[in-house]
T-cell receptor
Framework: GQNIDQPTEMTATEGAIVQINCTYQTSGFNGLFWYQQHAGEAPTFLSYNVLDGLEEKGRFSSFLSRSKGYSYLLLKELQMKDSASYLCAVEDSNYQLIWGAGTKLIIKP | NAGVTQTPKFRVLKTGQSMTLLCAQDMNHEYMYWYRQDPGMGLRLIHYSVGEGTTAKGEVPDGYNVSRLKKQNFLLGLESAAPSQTSVYFC????????????FGPGTRLTVL
């Protein structure tokens, strides 16, 4: 079966760095996405990786290793507004997204 | 651009009642999706459409029907609601290009009593 695993919840301090991991087993791979979802709101796109390596976008970076079925989202200089759930999703061989359950990130002052 | 909109935002139904959720997008996207989101679970695909007049089943289609009569609209119907359909429903659309980013509507929070 297809499976996306990520931690349920993480806590970090304002101004610090946090890494959210995602491992996946899917039928085929056409890319990995990270979305941010604030409580009560819709998911919004953060990043996309299809090749191995690191993609950097401002305070956020995303890494992919296809051979290990592994990705992480790195958030630097954490701000209170970064408190949200972070969703990992993999596009499978049918070009459909398989979603993880999300990691709830709590930022403390 | 309004992006992706959904109506209604909230709804309470009794078991056995029917309703239709409307999704509209103004980005001229070909692909549209209906997901449900439940606590502790990832988004699950109910039905999707790859273009006007076409629909297909996703991971959890039972108890739902859809229609895509116009490119900009994607309707999700519940013919006989059940408590197991209590959930938050999200519509999404994409142009199907590289990176295939999905744009989500604000969601409909449905409670079935």
């Amino acid at each position: 079966g297809q499976n996306i695993d990520q931690p349920t919840e993480m806590t970090a301090t304002e101004g610090a760095i946090v890494q959210i991991n995602c491992t996946y087993q899917t039928s085929g791979f056409n890319g990995l996405f990270w979305y941010q979802q604030h409580a009560g709101e819709a998911p919004t796109f953060l990043s996309y990786n299809v090749l191995d390596g690191l993609e950097e976008k401002g305070r956020f970076s995303s890494f992919l290793s296809r051979s290990k079925g592994y990705s992480y989202l790195l958030l630097k200089e954490l701000q209170m507004k970064d408190s949200a759930s972070y969703l990992c999703a993999v596009e499978d061989s049918n070009y459909q997204l398989i979603w993880g359950a999300g990691t709830k990130l709590i930022i403390k002052p | 651009n309004a992006g992706v909109t959904q109506t209604p935002k909230f709804r309470v139904l009794k078991t056995g009642q029917s309703m239709t959720l409307l999704c509209a997008q103004d980005m001229n996207h070909e692909y549209m999706y209906w997901y449900r989101q439940d606590p502790g679970m990832g988004l699950r695909l109910i039905h999707y459409s790859v273009g006007e007049g076409t629909t297909a089943k996703g991971e959890v289609p039972d108890g739902y029907n859809v229609s895509r009569l116009k490119k900009q609209n994607f309707l999700l119907g519940l013919e006989s609601a059940a408590p197991s359909q209590t959930s938050v429903y999200f519509c999404a659309s994409t142009d199907g290009g590289e990176a295939d980013t999905q744009y989500f509507g604000p969601g409909t929070r449905l409670t079935v009593l």
